[in-house]
């Protein structure tokens, strides 16, 4: 069976899981955000594991559907776990098996059978073309901050980046003359995406009229900056996002992410294939893009219900 002593189980899994996590930043190239997420979800896994006083080499798959059902029902007064959530845990922890079995720490996998609830599915939220146009109308005037606003914005939802990503586009990537950027998604996965007229024009006129007053002499080669001149921060996004947000009345409808929804929403209703769509949002799954397609179903239906003269009397019983 397994070839490491044993241990107190929260200390024993604590070393398993620094391993582990190590693993997955250097070698798979998570982001920084879901290896704070795995290391949370075996954090409570330890503490459940320490109720039982079972060591992680010597779980049971009992032990495992004791976890999850704990999760999804909930626990001394504690309220259930969303199933996305409960999902993304049980994630976590057959991908920290299965790395046991590579290191040859175990020789068999607890979470072989383990499987978790099945969640609701959820669309993301989009912003129809008339309220797009409301948002990246917001940042008004010749400002160096409303330059930089207006550049962001419109390349985010021309590129459909993540914000993870617009925070990271370095200047060297972006291409004007030729119309494309090359971004880093997740697992460091690089993609080419082509850039929009209104984008370019919007970029041009920040790279020559507002970023060099904003750098000054620093050397930055982060594209967007703070109003400092250093690179800016992923709350320093949703604050600027949320702002105009607000001022176009849509505040409780987005976040930065809305943009990229919004972007592969639109291509689709445009009569953009899948595959095509699936290489600009960095999918390794075409599935994943495939929620799109739902999206655009129920575009479609709403267009349909408000413009058919007939429709409403199709929709009533």
Not at 106 to 124: C, F, N, Q
Not at 257 to 282: P, V, Y
């Amino acid at each position: 069976m397994a070839t490491i002593a044993r241990q107190a189980p929260a200390r024993h899994l604590t070393e398993l899981a620094l391993e582990f996590l190590a693993y997955l930043e250097l070698e798979r190239g998570l982001s920084r955000n879901t290896l704070e997420a795995y290391r949370s979800d075996l954090q409570q896994y330890g503490q459940f594991l320490d109720a039982r006083g079972v060591d992680p080499l010597d779980v049971t798959p009992g032990d495992l559907a004791a976890f999850a059902t704990e999760l999804a029902t909930g626990r001394d007064g504690r309220r259930p776990v969303a199933p996305r959530t409960v999902s993304r845990k049980i994630a976590c922890l057959r991908s920290f098996y299965r790395h046991l079995r590579r290191e040859q720490i175990l020789d068999r996998d607890p979470t072989s059978e383990l499987r978790a609830p099945r969640a609701p599915e959820r669309l993301p939220k989009v912003l129809s073309r008339d309220e797009i146009n409301r948002l990246l109308a917001q940042p008004r005037g010749s400002s160096s901050s409303a330059l930089r606003d207006r550049a962001m914005l419109e390349t985010m939802y021309a590129c459909g980046l993540r914000a993870s990503e617009a925070i990271r586009l370095e200047v060297s990537a972006v291409d004007l003359q030729a119309g494309i950027l090359r971004t880093h998604g997740k697992g460091s996965k690089e993609r080419i995406v082509p850039i929009g007229s209104k984008a370019i024009e919007a970029l041009q006129a920040y790279l020559v009229l507002a970023r060099p007053h904003l750098v000054g002499q620093r050397e930055e080669t982060r594209l967007f900056v703070n109003l400092r001149g250093g690179g800016l921060s992923r709350q320093g996004l949703y604050k600027i996002v949320q702002r105009h947000a607000r001022r176009a009345g849509l505040e409780h409808r987005m976040s930065p992410h809305t943009l990229r929804h919004t972007f592969a929403t639109h291509l689709l209703a445009g009569g953009c294939d899948l595959r095509s769509l699936q290489e600009m949002l960095g999918h390794a799954d075409i599935g994943t893009t495939q929620i799109y397609t739902h999206l655009s179903t129920e575009r479609l239906r709403d267009v349909y219900f408000e413009a058919h003269p007939r429709a409403q009397l199709a929709r009533d019983p």
